[in-house]
């Protein structure tokens, strides 16, 4: 499975390609089922990231259906109401930051981490982005580690 990573662009904006990424692995039955789980729900970074902007996922999914190239895709989602260089520059901003303490999603976060990604006791990992990048093997690029760590 090939998911772009949650700080990639598209139209300027993270999590689009990523949440494309899986939108066409969703429509294609691919998605592996740990992903089904938090696809699009609301509590999810997918959740947070539809609701910014505001897109329904019914919409969402129709227009990636619709439009097979990122560059249609990146065309319609910036034709849609409510979408800005400033929303998306605010999404950007908070989306970093999603899960972490204080931060929108945090309960998610957290609940996330005890029954999804339980095994993971690295102290770098506070949000959503470096739980991410710690499941899928890249969280050194992230987030590289202190000096003197093991």
Known sequence: MSLRRPHDQLAGCGWLPRFVDKARQHLADTLP??????????LATDGAFLAHFP???????????????DEAVAQWFLAQPGISPASIADWNTRAARFGEPGQPGERAFR????????????????GAFPAIAWDEGFLDELIPPAPGSA
């Open 111 to 126: 609940f996330a981490m005890k029954t999804i990604d339980g095994g993971c006791i690295d102290p770098r990992v506070t």
């Open 33 to 42: 089922s740990d992903y089904r789980r938090a696809f699009g729900h609301a």
């Open 55 to 69: 897109l329904t996922l019914a919409d969402a999914l129709a227009a990636i259906t619709e439009h097979p190239s």
